[in-house]
């Protein structure tokens, strides 16, 4: 008996010691001031930031970044925006999981010691049982969920691409607006100079007896009516400015260093055939890529309920001394699955693959639907485009007109003044026209997941 307890003792003594290298607790808890002072240190001129670049294309003479445009200002969101570190995070837990899941189910030993109080001399008093659990693997259930944890990880790291797309598309919206209210205040600006110029004419002349009072109120109410509207725009430029900065992941104190670009070019005033639009769309979005593999985790899930049918086996063999008798046994057992054989559960799962199969099917027809209006606003939006430009190529020239008018005494003041008034509203109409161009074309992106620029597609002529 003693060398039995000793046999015990012995398997028993690897198991204690193996406790040591056992990983403990460690609290962490979220350190706010540490996270401001994360947040401050955040600067678009540091070493790490500049090799980011470097790797993503940018020549050592660009750099460091004097003057920031709509694509420098992506890669800074890309470098210090938090969203992204979330996405990459979740990515990591994911193909943790995959790893765990691909781990073999671990056997478990089982020991149990006993003594009788029996005054039977000559059964022995005491009794040990040794055991072993081996989990069998029926109908490849392991692998079929290593497949499914597989799945779940190609989502999440699609899902860092789709927030990379929201960061930049966020980021382009924020940088149109604020692109366009800087033309706007630059355009009501010189409109309020042309309001003033005319207050002043109508000043004069009712001084001289040449105009009435109700003619120079109209004029001053025009004048504070387009004052107001300039305040306004010069407090929404500042708005999209600090959102510009939160959506570059920048603090304010470190955007206020950048110099921006002026940028109000168009990507362009041709049309893209909606064909392509609508092949690029179903090729690269990513919400469609993500929604397949939804569909195809539902077919792993599916598989597994199938193979649940099957009952998991365990393996028992073991050793027991028991008051002087050594027996040796092997036992099996398993779940009773085989009298239902998983019916709802299979049903369920089926079921699930019907509605993933569905709204695969309902996103695809949306895409194709919203690329055909959104092909027709960026028709649409061409086209008045074009016609802004020519209405101010002939106010423009009116402009001149009147001007050589002036200079032969032909008409006054006045008259040249209201026509360069007429000149400025053409040149608002036009930057609205643009502006509605240019955020169809974003809209046309945001379709596509992907810059019409490098699209791939054709120009129309």
């Known amino acids: 008996m003693r060398c039995k307890l000793n046999t015990l003792r012995f398997m028993l003594i690897p198991l204690m010691l193996s406790a040591c290298s056992f990983q403990q607790y460690q ?28 790797v993503h294309g940018y020549k050592s003479d660009q750099l460091p970044v004097k003057v920031w445009g709509l694509e420098d200002l992506n890669y800074c969101a890309l470098f210090f925006h938090p969203s992204l570190d979330l996405a ?29 109080n029996d005054p039977d001399p000559v059964k022995k008093p005491y009794a040990l049982g040794l055991s072993i659990d081996l989990p069998l693997d029926i109908a490849d259930k392991g692998e079929i969920r290593v497949g499914h944890a597989k799945h779940l990880a190609e989502i999440a790291q699609l899902q860092i691409a789709q927030t990379a797309w929201e960061l930049r598309s966020n980021l382009a919206q924020t ?40 003619v120079l109120s109209t004029a001053n109410l025009q004048l504070q009516t387009n004052a107001a509207l300039l305040n306004q725009a010069q407090q929404q430029s500042t708005t999209l400015y600090n959102q510009l900065a939160s959506q570059a992941g920048l603090p304010l104190v470190q955007f206020n260093k950048l110099i921006l670009k002026s940028d109000l070019s168009l990507q362009s005033d041709q ?80 079921q699930l693959r019907e509605v993933e199969a ?20 960026l028709s649409e939006a061409r086209t008045a485009l074009i016609k802004q430009k020519s209405l101010l190529n002939e106010q423009q020239l009116q ?6 008018l002036l200079a032969a005494g032909q008409i006054d003041r006045l008259a040249f003044t209201l026509a360069k008034l007429e000149t400025v509203l053409a040149e608002k109409n036009l930057a609205a026209a643009q502006y509605h161009y240019n955020d169809a074309v974003r809209k046309l992106e945001n379709l596509m997941e992907k810059p019409l620029t490098s699209a791939g597609v054709t120009y129309e002529s």
């Open 27 to 54: 609290a962490k808890p979220i350190d706010t001031q540490a996270n401001l002072a994360k947040l401050a240190k955040k600067d678009p001129n540091s070493p790490a930031f500049q090799a980011f670049l470097i």
């Open 88 to 116: 990459k995070a979740k990515y990591q837990t994911a193909a943790l999981s995959v790893a765990t899941t691909a781990k073999s189910a671990i056997p478990s030993l089982n020991a149990n010691l006993a003594r009788s």
């Open 175 to 214: 940088w149109l607006d604020y692109q366009a209210k800087l033309h706007q205040i630059r355009l009501l600006t010189k409109e309020q100079a042309e309001h003033q110029a005319i207050v002043a004419i109508y000043k004069k002349r009712v001084t001289l007896g040449a105009a009435s009072n109700v």
């Open 271 to 350: 049309d893209w055939p909606l064909a392509e639009l609508q092949k690029n769309a179903l090729l690269n979005r990513l919400d469609l890529r993500i929604a397949l593999l939804r569909y195809a985790s539902m077919e792993s899930k599916l598989k597994l309920e199938i193979a649940n049918q099957y009952p998991d086996l365990i393996i028992s063999p073991g050793y027991a001394y028991e008051f002087g008798d050594s027996v040796w046994s092997l036992g099996l057992s398993g779940l009773l699955s085989l009298l239902h054989k998983n019916k709802l559960a299979i049903a369920e799962a089926s």
């Open 358 to 377: 569905t709204q695969f099917e309902v996103l695809q027809n949306q895409i194709m639907a919203d690329t055909v209006v959104a092909h027709g606003e």
């Open 399 to 404: 402009e001149k007109r009147m001007a050589s």
